[in-house]
C-alpha cells in the first residue's frame, strides 16, 4: 500500500502528460516541418513527396502495453489502495476520447489484422489480473487474515480457468478470416464477376454492330453459355 502514490503519481503523469502529449503529436510536426525545408518539392521525385506527405501509422504494438500496465496497476491496488481505480477510470476515459480522434482522422491503418491482437490482450489482461489475486492473497496472508486468504485462494485458480476456456472456445476461431471479411470478399469477387459479365456484353455488342465474328454465328462462346446462341440469333 505504501507503494501507491509512486502508482498514482505514474498514471496522473500518463493521464495529463502521455495523453496530451500525443494529441498535439509535436514531434511528427517538427520532423515534418524540417523535412519539408530541408528537401523542398522541386527537388523531390513523386514517391518521396509522397512518403514525406503521407500520413502516419498506428503502431498498435506501443499502444497497448501502456493500456495494459495501467489496468495490471489498477487491479492489484483496487483493493489495497482504492484511490488508485479513480484515476485509472479517468485515464482510460480520457485514452478512449484521444485515441478514438487519432485513429479516425490522424492515423492510418493499411493492413487489417482481422482481431489478431485481441487474444494477446485477453491473455495479458488475465496475466495481470491473476498477478493482482496473487498479491493480495500474500497481502491477506502477511497480515494474518487466514479467513481472507481461504476466500481469495479460488480466484487465481478461477482466472486462469476462465482463461483456458476462452481460449480453447474462441482461440481458433478468431485466427481466422472473420465472416465481415469473407462478405466483403465475396462481394468484391461478385463484382468483378458482374464487371467482366458486362465487358464482354459490350464487346458483343460491337461485334453485332460492326459485323464480328459474332454476327455470323461463329463467335467463341460466353463465359455463361449462352453466347452462342445469342450469336446464332444475331
Known amino acids: 500500500p505504501k507503494a501507491s502514490g509512486f502508482f498514482v503519481t505514474m498514471i496522473i503523469t500518463k493521464t495529463f502528460l502521455s495523453l496530451l502529449w500525443e494529441l498535439a503529436r509535436p514531434w511528427p510536426l517538427l520532423s515534418k516541418s524540417i523535412a519539408r525545408v530541408v528537401a523542398p518539392r522541386s527537388k523531390l521525385g513523386q514517391r518521396q513527396i509522397f512518403n514525406q506527405r503521407k500520413p502516419d501509422i498506428c503502431r498498435y504494438a506501443w499502444l497497448f502495453p501502456h493500456f495494459l500496465l495501467v489496468t495490471s496497476i489498477n487491479f492489484a491496488y483496487m483493493i489495497i489502495t482504492p484511490l488508485v481505480s479513480p484515476f485509472a477510470l479517468v485515464y482510460f476515459c480520457l485514452a478512449y476520447v484521444v485515441y478514438k480522434h487519432q485513429l479516425l482522422y490522424v492515423y492510418v491503418t493499411p493492413n487489417e489484422s482481422g482481431g489478431r491482437f485481441m487474444p494477446l490482450l485477453i491473455r495479458r489482461t488475465f496475466t495481470g ?54 462478405r466483403l470478399l465475396a462481394d468484391s469477387q461478385e463484382s468483378e464477376n458482374l464487371r467482366i459479365s458486362l465487358r464482354y456484353a459490350v464487346a458483343r455488342h460491337i461485334d453485332r454492330v460492326l459485323g464480328g465474328p459474332d454476327a455470323s454465328g461463329n463467335g467463341a462462346a460466353a463465359p455463361d453459355g449462352d453466347g452462342g446462341a445469342g450469336g446464332a440469333r444475331a
Request: hydrophobic content about 50%.
Open 129 to 182: 489480473f491473476t498477478s493482482a489475486q496473487c498479491l493480495l492473497v500474500v497481502y491477506f496472508f502477511v497480515n494474518e487474515n487466514y479467513t481472507a486468504v481461504a476466500l481469495t485462494l479460488p480466484l487465481p485458480v478461477l482466472s486462469n480457468l476462465a482463461s483456458g476456456y476462452l481460449q480453447s472456445s474462441y482461440g481458433f476461431d478468431v485466427l481466422r478470416l472473420p465472416y465481415e471479411a469473407l
